[in-house]
């Protein structure tokens, strides 16, 4: 037996999803800008990086009101 790993080969549906774009802009089908040609391929990073934002404000909200709360009780 061989010790070889299979390692999936693709495009992923946000890879897919650029490649219609940019087909659709370079046929002038779509006159949309760049940004919104591109954004399949950052959009995701970009959602990520919001969330984990949110997540951390959220998480300093929270202390900041615990804290206050703990010394309106004082």
């Known amino acids: 037996m061989s010790d070889k790993t299979v390692q999936p080969v693709g495009v992923s549906f ?3 999803l650029f490649l219609v ?21 950052w959009g ?9 934002i949110a997540t951390f404000i959220a998480l300093v909200i929270k202390h900041v009101v615990r804290n206050f709360l703990k010394e309106a009780r004082k």
């Open 44 to 52: 995701p990073i970009a959602l990520i990086v919001a969330l984990l």
């Open 21 to 41: 774009f940019l087909t659709l802009k370079l046929t002038e089908h779509i006159n949309w800008s760049w940004w919104w040609v591109t954004a399949p391929l």
């Open 14 to 16: 946000c890879g897919l």
